[in-house]
């Protein structure tokens, strides 16, 4: 290639440069330059003729106006700078002749320029003189007429000197002139005229002189020779210049023709080398292409010169750089990162270089990298993998074999074992080479009959596969049971040569199947919903409970987070918590508020755990949740019934003290007030016992319907008894605003309430008590309201009173009361009296009902309806109840020695006494203490304690009875029993409440009351007993009534116990007195 | 309103009539040595002309922003500053009497001494005059680019931007549009007998008699040739009349050539204005026109001319200034 190219390099370069230095020879300024100086030079040549022109008219006087020969000089000066500055294109140009030319013209035109002003202002001097010659001559004339004539023959000659230019005339004037100047006397103005044209004449002539010396100084200037030597040169040069382009043209021309001659042939001759080059370069790339190899060739300074389509499909990544010029460190450097394994072909033989690649995909190739002749390298690569994965493949297969955790037994087409793998022995218990040519009969247990077995072969012989359990038998004799897939394999001429059986031991996942169907039992069965999730909180499956509780079947929640079933009832931190616990503890229970499908929000008891793998990774979540909705709806019903009252869903006793508690603590921190309304219904009793407890209820509803009515919201109602009813008013302005809320509740109460289709009319009495003004402590604040309402009631139905000083007087009174009373029993203040019962029909006094009395230090007697009610209140009435009881029995007793005998003490029980211990065995204590009959003993026990109807009460009531005690029911009529009611309990007296007893005489209808209860307790057996009888209409009504036992003032009054005997003689001397007096009249 | 039209019409017509008929010296111009000042202007760059214009006037050309070329050739008042000398930066005093810049453009050279060829070369001498301007052109070329508008202007018109050359040809436009047409004179010697006084006249006829006229002739009435102050008479007197030391100044072309033949040789200067430019010669020395015109008499032809004379030519002179926009009348 080399060779080729040198000449042909070579003859190029010299042809272009001698056609170069040809064309430039020829190459001429060019036409425009050479037009330029051309130009230059004729307007030159025209302007020096113009101004020659200008100034031989201004010489010749015959022009005054200077503006033209101006214009030209001016014209003149703008270019003649041209000849000699190199800028323009003409001077230091061409030679250095035509540059002394241009030099030599320069020269002269400046120095006709110069000339030229100086012809101007000497022609100016020239006219000047001649302008003011007839000037002076006319002065002259008025002042001088003889020299006049001789002056203008002068000044005549003068101006044809001018015209005609003669030296004779001139001289002429001269003398003249000096002879005009040389007369002596002369008058003196005469003499300034003749000195002026002395002056003016002589300074012409001379001025005249120079300008025409200077006009020939200004011909002289060799302008037009300077400029036509120029212009010869010039042109002589142009000449030359001409012809030598011609024969440079001519030599050009030549050399042209020349060289595209050569260069014709080059070019061809450069064809056929290429076109050989070519056809090497094909066969080569054809010969490289064709390998299957991967080739590149590269030259002796690493450059790639040549690979083969296939090393880029061996490396495709390297498809844009593969371009010829690479260098082969460059293409191991971006093949190196692929490259995952690199390692020699043959380890042991060291001459042989070839290398094993393995790329990242996975290809494994074969590579040499030889050394060519030139200093170059050949890089080969050789695909080797699929033999390789072959080889792999093979050896993965036989280890599969061998590491197979299933059982393989291949046998020939006989069935004679030919193969059993690690894990067949492992299994059978025999050892490969035992089991080598056995049968596999040897494997048999009697479980499968042979029939099965020539099944299993007919379905074998006939090509088929064959699956099935086998219960066989190890080596050592145990049975273990394995399912087996038995196939034919066949040779290459489809001809059955081996079977091959793959059998498991499935005896441990037997166990687990069995297993595992329990637990999907349960699942399946289980009432509570189970929920498992993957570690990721997917929903993987649901139970059916899971469904029926929540609603959502399991292809609705798979995949999804249990977060669709939260309610927002729980705030995040919840579930933070449940989270920390479950990741922390690994199980975390609680109750939750979860939402079903339908949105409803329900509670459930939600048990979530942890499932682990065994490297501690979380598996699964399983939560286990029960509907907790009934519980919880059970607790809250045991909250309402413990915290309102069932039948108006107002707020109880228990509750409205915790909420006054509240209410009281807020008013305290905020210092505001609070009134306590104390509402009683006024003719309630009435209303329930006349028309029943329906009504009675539906009433109650009704009045707290309205009372909420009047109040707030904000207002808290409470039923604290039957028709006890308090409103906290909190936060109250002033007690006007609790004055008015009372008002307005007496008067909604006031109007009738419609039940059951009638009209009815009820009131209520309202007591108010304030906080802080009236109480400090929720209890003492109810209890002053209590006392305002009775106050209340007192003052007339309807009304409601606040707590006043008075009632706050009473408060007092009744705690010092209470203090003294506390005192009392251990001072022994307390004196029993007695009052006789007596047989209506015999007169004699049956019993002594024991009467407590106060003997107050200061006070004196203190009313028991006082002090009573008190020591009830204060619990002190245990400890009096029990002092009653034995100083009774003890009295008893002293009586009975003193010779009275028959007579019982009734001995009053309060309904409190039984709450504060007081039960039979405390009274059997007594009993066995005093020594007293307990069949004299008469325990009188109120109305309301039966009231209360309570089995307890009843268990109390008998437990007296069984010590044998007689048991009254005090104040009968005045609760709320019915006669039929009392046949539940141990009774055996009842005493009409002295209320009837009073009025017995006036009122019919306590009469017959009277006449009814008389009536009624005969039939149930019961001793009646009237209380209060005063008078003897009194007496004889309930004698006619049968009434069995009397007591009353009739008879006597209490009495002390030192009297008792000699009022027991008294009654029942005058009983026999009466007797007797009856006999008498009988007889 | 045909009638109306056919009026017009007439009208038009009679106008076009007198027009032509009324100038009947429009053809026949009087071969005097004196020519009227072209009435077309030279053709030049409007935009050019009004850069030059505000250039002319502009003080940043001087170093210290004092002194605009307008401070010594005041265009309303005869392109001069009246004054015997200018007065340059920091009130420094000149050495020759300010010229005026009207027709300036005719002059053959420039200054009184003729050393600058034409107006773009006359430019550099009062920037570089210590006692004018005394700037330098990098100095006038910074100032200059500092002003934004400015530039823009001048990248308009000049490919170079603000340069010395630029700023030389605008103003020099400038001045070349300073040329003041159709005097009194101009329009008698274009055939208006009527436009001199017989007064006038008179002095123009004295002006030429007394010899003035060889040297102030053209169009210019001057400005197109040198000639020696002192022509007849001994200009020694004058210096010595005048009084004070002879300056480098009153040397005149000497300074330029330094050929002792041209000493006290000054180009004559144009009297077109000259009514309107006192004081009068390169020293600025003579206040009264009549003065100028007797002291010119007594060096330039070496006698005294009466009174009558001087005041003639004087009001010949006056028909000599013509118009222009910049001018006062």
């Keep these: 290639m080399m060779r080729i190219l040198n000449p ?67 014209q003149i000066n703008r270019i003649t700078a041209n000849l000699i500055q190199p800028e323009a294109g003409f001077y230091g140009q061409l030679n250095g002749t035509i540059d002394d030319k241009l030099s030599a013209y320069h020269k002269a035109i400046e120095h006709k320029i110069r000339e030229a002003e100086r012809i101007k202002t000497m022609a100016a001097v020239v006219r000047n003189g001649l302008n003011y010659l007839p000037q002076l001559i006319e002065d002259m004339r008025q002042s001088s007429r003889e020299e006049h004539d001789q002056i203008v023959a002068i000044t005549n000659r003068l101006y044809r000197h001018y015209i005609f230019h003669s030296s004779l005339d001139a001289d002429d004037i001269s003398a003249e002139i000096d002879q005009l100047t040389n007369v002596p006397e002369i008058e003196s103005e005469l003499l300034f005229f003749i000195n002026n044209l002395n002056l003016h004449i002589r300074s012409n002539l001379q001025a005249q002189q120079t300008l025409l010396k200077l006009r020939a100084d200004y011909l002289a200037i060799p302008s037009a020779t300077a400029f036509s030597e120029l212009l010869s040169t010039y042109q002589h040069y142009r000449e030359t210049e001409i012809q030598r382009g011609e024969r440079f043209s001519m030599l050009l021309i030549a050399v042209c023709a020349v060289l595209l001659f050569g260069l014709g042939s080059l070019i061809r001759k450069l064809e056929r080398s290429h076109q050989a080059t070519e056809n090497a370069r094909a066969r080569l790339r054809d010969g490289v292409e064709s390998l ?54 043959s380890p042991d033989d060291p001459n042989n270089t070839h290398k094993l690649e393995t790329l990242h995909d996975g290809r494994c190739f074969l590579s040499s990298e030889t050394p060519t002749a030139e200093g170059g390298e050949v890089w080969v690569r050789i695909d080797i993998t699929h033999s390789r994965d072959n080889e792999l493949e093979l050896r993965k297969r036989s280890r599969a074999l061998e590491q197979s955790p299933v059982s393989v037994v291949i046998t020939d087409i006989n069935g004679t074992i030919e193969y059993i793998n690690p894990k067949a022995e492992e299994i059978s218990g025999y050892s490969h080479d035992e089991v080598i040519g056995a049968n596999p009969r040897i494997f048999r247990s009697d479980h499968h009959s042979e029939e099965d077995y020539q099944q299993m072969w007919q379905c074998l012989r006939s090509g088929q596969e064959w699956q099935g359990i086998f219960r066989n038998r190890r080596k050592n004799g145990e049975l273990y049971w394995e399912a087996a897939t038995i196939s034919s394999i066949r040779n290459d001429a489809h001809q059955i040569t081996h079977y091959v059986a793959v059998k498991d031991d499935i005896s441990t996942r037997k166990q687990a199947e069995d297993e595992l169907r329990m637990n999907a039992a349960v699942f399946e069965t289980t009432s509570e919903g189970i929920l498992i999730t993957d570690a990721k909180s997917r929903i993987i499956s649901v139970n059916p409970a899971f469904t029926r509780i929540t609603g959502y079947s399991l292809d609705e929640v798979r995949g999804k987070t249990p977060r669709l079933l939260r309610s927002e009832r729980q705030s995040e931190s919840f579930y933070k918590e449940m989270w920390h616990c479950l990741t922390t503890q690994g199980q975390w229970s609680g109750e939750i508020w979860n939402k079903r499908k339908d949105e409803s929000i329900y509670p459930q008891w939600l048990s979530v755990s942890v499932i682990k793998n065994s490297q501690g990774l979380v598996q699964q979540y399983v939560a286990v949740f029960t509907d907790i909705t009934q519980r919880k709806q059970q607790e809250h019903q045991i909250q309402q019934q413990a915290n309102y009252d069932a039948l108006t869903k107002l707020p109880n006793r228990s509750m409205l003290k915790r909420k006054l508690q509240k209410a009281l603590f807020n008013a ?29 209820d539906e009433l109650l509803q009704q009045v707290a319907f309205r009372l909420a009515e009047q109040t707030k919201v904000a207002d808290t109602i409470a039923r604290i008894g039957g028709d006890e009813f308090i409103i906290l008013l909190e936060d109250i302005d002033s007690e006007k605003s609790a004055a008015s809320t009372a008002q307005r509740i007496i008067d909604s109460l006031r ?65 010092e009361l209470e203090q003294a009373l506390r005192l009392a029993i251990n001072n022994n203040e307390f004196e029993l009296y007695y009052q006789p019962i007596i047989n209506s029909e015999t007169g004699r006094v049956e019993s002594l009902e024991a009467l407590v009395r106060w003997h107050h230090p200061k006070r004196g007697m203190v009313s028991p309806a006082e002090f009573i009610p008190l020591a009830e209140e204060t619990g002190l009435i245990q400890q009096l109840g029990l002092w009653v009881f034995e100083h009774s029995c003890r009295q008893l007793k002293t009586w009975q020695t003193q010779g009275i005998r028959n007579i019982t003490v009734a001995i009053n029980i309060s309904s409190s006494q039984r709450h504060l211990g007081f039960n039979a065995k405390r009274a059997r204590q007594l009993i066995e203490e005093t020594g007293v009959n307990p069949g004299d003993l008469v325990l009188e026990i109120t109305e309301s304690m039966f009231l209360d109807g309570s089995s307890e009460a009843i268990t109390w009531l008998n437990e007296l009875k069984a010590l044998g005690i007689q048991l009254a029911i005090d104040d009968f009529g005045t609760g709320y029993s019915s006669l039929s009611y009392l046949k539940r309990f141990p009774i055996d007296k009842l005493k009409i409440d002295r209320a009837f007893i009073n009025d017995l005489s006036e009122d019919e209808d306590d009469a017959s009351l009277v006449k009814a209860i008389i009536a009624m307790s005969h039939s149930m057996g019961l001793t009646l007993v009237a209380e209060g009888v005063e008078t003897q209409e009194q007496l004889d009504y309930l004698r006619s009534l049968r009434c069995d036992l009397i007591q009353g003032y009739f008879y006597s009054r209490p009495l002390p116990a030192e009297q008792i005997p000699e009022m027991i003689d008294n009654l029942e001397y005058r009983q026999r007195e009466a007797s007797a007096a009856q006999c008498d009249f009988i007889i | 309103m045909p009638l109306r039209s056919h009026t017009l019409l007439l009208l038009f017509l009679v106008s076009l009539t007198l027009l032509y008929t009324t100038k009947p010296y429009a053809t026949e111009l009087r071969s005097e040595p004196i020519s009227p000042i072209p009435l077309s202007a030279q053709a030049l760059s409007s935009k050019k002309v009004a850069l030059g214009e505000q250039l002319f006037h502009d003080p940043r050309l001087s170093s210290n922003n004092t002194v605009s070329c307008a401070s010594c050739h005041n265009l309303s008042n005869g392109g001069t500053d009246n004054r015997q000398v200018s007065l340059g930066i920091h009130g420094a005093s000149g050495a020759a009497n300010a010229p005026t810049v009207y027709n300036s453009a005719f002059n053959f050279t420039q200054f009184w001494d003729g050393r600058a060829q034409d107006l773009q070369a006359q430019v550099n001498g009062p920037i570089h005059n210590p006692v004018e301007m005394g700037s330098t052109w990098p100095e006038v070329v910074e100032k200059l680019s500092q002003d934004s508008a400015l530039l823009h202007r001048f990248g308009e018109l000049y490919e170079e931007g603000i340069s010395e050359h630029s700023i030389r040809d605008a103003i020099a436009t400038f001045e070349k549009s300073l040329v003041t047409t159709d005097a009194p004179f101009d329009r008698w010697l274009r055939g208006d007998a009527q436009a001199l006084s017989p007064e006038q006249v008179r002095g123009y ?125």
């Design chain 1, 8 to 74: 042909a390099a070579l003859f190029p370069l010299l042809a272009i440069a001698f056609i170069s230095i040809l064309f430039l020879g020829i190459y001429d300024d060019d036409a425009r330059q050479n037009k330029r100086r051309a130009n230059l030079l004729l307007e030159l040549k025209e302007l020096d003729g113009r101004l020659d022109r200008e100034i031989l008219l201004i010489t010749s006087l015959r022009q005054q106006n200077y503006d033209d020969v101006t214009r030209t000089s001016l």
């Design chain 1, 292 to 345: 299957n190899e991967a080739f590149a060739l590269f030259d002796h300074t690493g450059a790639l010169v040549l690979c083969n389509e296939q090393f880029t499909q061996f490396y495709p990544w390297l498809e844009d750089s593969l371009a010829p010029g690479i260098h082969r460190d460059t293409l191991s450097a971006l093949i190196q990162p692929h490259i995952d394994q690199e390692q020699a072909a």
């Design chain 1, 668 to 696: 305290r921190s905020g210092m505001s007030q609070c009134a306590l309304l104390f509402v009683d219904l006024d003719r309630f009793k009435a209303v329930n016992d006349t028309m029943g407890h329906a009504v009675g």
């Design chain 1, 751 to 815: 109007s009738p309430f419609r039940l059951f289709g009638r009209e009815i009319y009820i009131g209520a009495s309202i007591g108010i008590a304030l906080f802080p003004a009236d109480a400090a402590e929720a209890d003492v604040l109810l209890r002053h309201a209590d006392m305002a309402m009775y106050k209340a009631k007192e003052r007339g139905r309807n009304q409601y009173q606040f707590f006043n000083a008075e009632m706050r007087d009473q408060v007092k009174n009744r705690t």
């Design chain 2, 205 to 329: 006829k004295l002006f030429k008699s007394y010899g003035c006229v060889s040297c102030h002739q053209g169009a210019n009435v001057g400005g197109n040739m040198f000639a020696y102050f002192g022509a007849v008479e001994d200009i020694s007197s004058y210096f010595q009349a005048r009084g004070g030391r002879i300056t480098p100044t009153d040397l005149g072309r000497f300074n330029v050539t330094g050929d002792p033949q041209d000493k006290h040789l000054f180009k004559v200067p144009s009297l077109r204005l000259a009514v309107k430019t006192a004081p009068y010669f390169h020293d600025g020395s003579v206040a009264s026109l009549q003065h100028a015109i007797r002291l010119m008499a007594r060096y330039q032809l070496g006698r005294d001319i009466p009174d009558a004379h001087t005041a003639a030519i004087e009001h010949f002179l006056h028909s000599l200034v013509g118009q222009h926009p910049r001018l006062q009348p």
